[in-house]
T-cell receptor, first 114, second 114 residues
Framework: SQQGEEDPQALSIQEGENATMNCSYKTSINNLQWYRQNSGRGLVHLIL?????REKHSGRLRVTLDTSKKSSSLLITASRAADTASYFCATVPGGSGNTGKLIFGQGTTLQVKP | GAGVSQSPRYKVAKRGQDVALRCDPI?????LFWYQQALGQGPEFLTY????????KSGLPSDRFFAERPEGSVSTLKIQRTQQEDSAVYLC????????????FGNGTRLTVT
């Protein structure tokens, strides 16, 4: 079963604009990760934020985590046409031992128009 | 190899046939995961290996699904007596094995059961 929900399900923006995607989850977590998937391909890891962190940056990506609200957001700044893809948040649930098993959300489909 | 390799890339099976899907993880990766991804959905966890030990098979949908990793490297997901609802993309991922290790995904095998 899925861990939570992502919002919006689909997002269409112009190149150069910022894109914000939100993710909510249901259980306690060890960490939360964001992945990207291009059509017909596997998932690519973007960024990991631990449960005791509130914000993390990587290049044009900014991730926030609010454990009290059980939510996270991914911000992509200055978007490019090449950012067009589906984006998934995934959590390592608390109490999952040391497996690193990920539970994925439903994903947000981002289209960046040139 | 440089990444996780899955074969075949596409598989068409008649209902009732058995199929075997192969995953070659990144060398040295302890953990190996299988996920099932339906069209337009996020990946759903199937099973997890630590080296050759199958430590979690809670996501396997029925006893028709069987996975193995006999030497702690290559893994095979076998589906017996395939049914139409088995049609999906099957993704394999590997990681170094710690709780904060990101998953590295293959490009998946798209299974179509006719």
């Amino acid at each position: 079963s899925q861990q939570g929900e992502e919002d919006p399900q689909a997002l269409s923006i112009q190149e150069g604009e910022n894109a914000t995607m939100n993710c909510s989850y249901k259980t306690s977590i060890n960490n939360l990760q964001w992945y990207r998937q291009n059509s017909g391909r596997g998932l690519v890891h973007l960024i990991l934020i631990r449960s005791n962190e509130r914000e993390k940056h990587s290049g044009r990506l900014r991730v926030t985590l609010d454990t009290s609200k059980k939510s996270s957001s991914l911000l992509i700044t200055a978007s490019r046409a090449a950012d067009t893809a589906s984006y998934f948040c995934a959590t390592v649930p608390g109490g999952s031992g040391n497996t690193g098993k990920l539970i994925f959300g439903q994903g947000t489909t981002l289209q960046v128009k040139p | 190899g440089a990444g996780v390799s899955q074969s075949p890339r596409y598989k068409v099976a008649k209902r009732g046939q058995d199929v075997a899907l192969r995953c070659d993880p990144i060398s040295g990766h302890v953990s190996l995961f299988w996920y099932q991804q339906a069209l337009g959905q996020g990946p759903e966890f199937l099973t997890y290996f630590q080296n050759e030990a199958q430590l979690d098979k809670s996501g396997l949908p029925s006893d028709r699904f069987f996975a193995e990793r006999p030497e702690g490297s290559v893994s095979t997901l076998k589906i017996q007596r395939t049914q139409q609802e088995d049609s999906a993309v099957y993704l394999c991922a590997s990681s170094l094995g710690s709780i904060n290790s990101p998953l590295h995904f293959g490009n998946g095998t798209r299974l179509t059961v006719t």
